[in-house]
């Protein structure tokens, strides 16, 4: 099937580190994409990757291996702000045109 | 530009009744999505319509409709209500560039609630 797993909740502090792991068991996929949704709100575009290696996007950034069927979102020098929900989420080959398959999500708690 | 639109924001309804909800997408996207959220199942995809032809489809039943208009607004139909279909539902759209899946910008979801 397909399927793809995060980490339910990570918290961390203002100014550190925070890194999201997306493991997918699943394949013939054309790229993975991450998403950020605050409560209440609607998910928004963050990052995409189409071939391995790792993209940057300002504070964030997103990295894809699919030799190891292995991706992650590094989130940089959190703000308080960066509280939300991240997914992680596959776009498919086969399937013409736009169809998004999401993680579970990642509830991300940043503390004073 | 403006971004996806949703209507209504919150709707209530009771189990056996219908709905239809709303969504326009950004000015020039083409690719209209719906997805179903729930704190139990996440962020689920139920169809994607473009030039007015459904061209994906997910996993849920019959119940679940849609259709695409000459403008490229979307409604989405829920026929006889259930519980289970309380859930945050969202509409994104895309441009449809050729070469591949396209970002998705989310629109501020329709919140239901089936009494």
């Known amino acids: 099937g397909q399927s793809l797993e995060q980490p339910s909740e990570v918290t961390a502090v203002e100014g550190a580190i925070v890194q999201i792991n997306c493991t997918y068991q699943?394949?013939?996929?054309?790229?993975l994409s991450w998403y950020q949704q605050h409560d209440g709100g609607a998910p928004t575009f963050l990052s995409y990757?189409?071939?391995?290696g790792l993209e940057e996007t300002g504070r964030f950034s997103s990295f894809l291996s699919r030799s190891d069927s292995y991706g992650y979102l590094l989130l940089q020098e959190l703000q308080m702000k960066d509280s939300a929900s991240y997914f992680c989420?596959?776009?498919?080959?086969?399937?013409?045109?736009?169809?998004?398959?999401f993680g579970g999500g990642t509830r991300v708690l940043v503390k004073p | 530009k403006a971004g996806v639109t949703q209507t209504p924001r919150y709707l209530i309804k009771t189990r056996g009744q219908q709905v239809t909800l709303s969504c326009s997408p950004i000015?020039?996207?083409?690719?209209v999505s719906w997805y179903q959220q729930t704190p139990g199942q996440g962020l689920q995809f139920l169809f994607e319509?473009?030039?007015?032809?459904?061209?994906n489809k997910g996993n849920f039943p019959g119940r679940f409709s849609g259709r695409q208009f000459s403008n490229s607004r979307s409604e989405m139909n829920v026929s006889t209500l259930e519980l289970g279909d309380s859930a945050l539902y969202l509409c994104?759209?895309?441009?449809?560039?050729?070469?591949?899946?396209?970002?998705?910008?989310f629109g501020p979801g329709t919140r239901l609630t089936v009494l």
């Open positions: 990757n189409a071939l391995d």
């Open positions: 989420a596959v776009s498919w080959i086969k399937a013409a045109g736009n169809k998004l398959t």
């Open positions: 994104a759209s895309s441009l449809d560039r050729a070469g591949g899946p396209d970002t998705q910008y």
């Open positions: 000015s020039g996207h083409r690719s």
């Open positions: 319509y473009f030039s007015e032809t459904q061209r």
């Open positions: 699943t394949s013939g996929f054309y790229g």
